[in-house]
């Protein structure tokens, strides 16, 4: 079906408005409101004993949840690309859980299960290691929402170069350690790549299950996103500015991961050619 000139220019219209109300103006009034006091006010914002901590809490839940994500997500991947088993539809639904379940959902969840009252309550009660309203639990929550990317992202890459090269280290005499070194893993290194990017984004942005199960404490278990709701909420003019500034901060990670995600399409393209 061939569209007028008047209609397709009607359609981008709609489009660019769309993107606009939705994003390019609620986006930008962060910006003005962030920036208008000046970039000093910006700086001593996100310079606070507070932003600092929540930044550093944040950056360590990102090392605990990107490395473990990768442990466990690519022989996933591996296991759902390379072989057929009973069950492995309902393993491919357990994958996609954390896409179509609520973050707040989560965190109950895992209240009931490693609270003090919960399933497993008797680690905190007898064993004395606190996992909800401590680091543990941002960190399982994290790894629950973020667990379908580096699978994802490293399945249709499998799929894409089969099994030919591994099956030809094999009959050369490779053991399966270094058939994934030097034959797996480079091929899916771009793949593995966008998902970690991608596990960045999400852990640093991810709120809904983290406030479920953090004590949301300054300077103890306050992560950026929840920094950015409390300072919101206590609604005095300084903390609200704080609210702005840490929310700039945060959408200046969000600029640098899809700029990254730009660079690697690009890269992954040009491989695949």
């Given amino acids: 079906?061939?569209?007028?000139?008047?209609?397709?220019?009607?359609?981008?219209?709609?489009?660019?408005?769309?993107?606009?109300?939705?994003?390019?103006?609620?986006?930008?009034?962060?910006?003005?409101?962030?920036?208008?006091?000046?970039?000093?006010?910006?700086?001593a914002s996100v310079g606070t004993p507070a932003a600092i901590s929540a930044l550093n809490l944040s950056l360590l839940v990102v090392a605990i949840v990107v490395p473990l994500n990768v442990l466990f997500g690519v022989p996933t991947a591996l296991v759902l690309a390379r072989n057929r088993f009973r069950g492995k539809s309902a393993l491919q639904a357990v994958v996609d859980l954390p896409f179509a379940v609520s973050p707040v959902v989560v965190g109950v969840a895992l209240i009931l299960l490693w609270g003090s009252a919960g399933l497993l309550g008797f680690v905190e009660n007898d064993l004395g290691f606190k996992i909800i309203f401590g680091l543990p639990g941002i960190v399982l929550a994290s790894i629950f929402v973020t667990v379908p990317f580096v699978i994802r992202e490293v399945e249709p890459v499998l799929h894409e170069i089969g099994t030919d090269q591994e099956e030809a280290a094999a009959t050369l005499g490779s053991?399966?350690?270094?058939?994934?070194?030097?034959?797996?893993?480079p091929s899916i290194r771009w793949g593995l790549t966008y998902g970690?990017?991608?596990?960045?984004?999400?852990?640093?942005?991810?709120?809904?299950?983290?406030?479920?199960?953090?004590?949301?404490?300054?300077?103890?278990?306050?992560?950026?996103?929840?920094?950015?709701?409390?300072?919101?909420?206590?609604?005095?003019?300084?903390?609200?500015y704080g609210a702005y500034a840490i929310s700039t901060l945060l959408m200046a990670v969000a600029v640098i991961v899809l700029v990254v995600q730009v660079i690697l399409d690009r890269r992954r393209i040009k491989a695949a050619q």
């Fill in 1 to 43: 079906m061939t569209l007028s000139p008047r209609v397709r220019y009607l359609l981008r219209f709609l489009a660019l408005g769309y993107v606009a109300v939705l994003v390019a103006v609620p986006v930008g009034l962060i910006l003005w409101r962030t920036f208008g006091p000046g970039v000093g006010a910006f700086f």
């Fill in 175 to 185: 053991t399966w350690w270094q058939t994934f070194w030097r034959i797996t893993l």
């Fill in 196 to 240: 970690i990017v991608l596990t960045v984004a999400r852990t640093l942005g991810e709120f809904g299950a983290v406030i479920m199960v953090s004590s949301n404490l300054p300077g103890t278990s306050q992560t950026l996103t929840l920094l950015v709701a409390d300072r919101y909420n206590r609604g005095t003019a300084e903390s609200v």
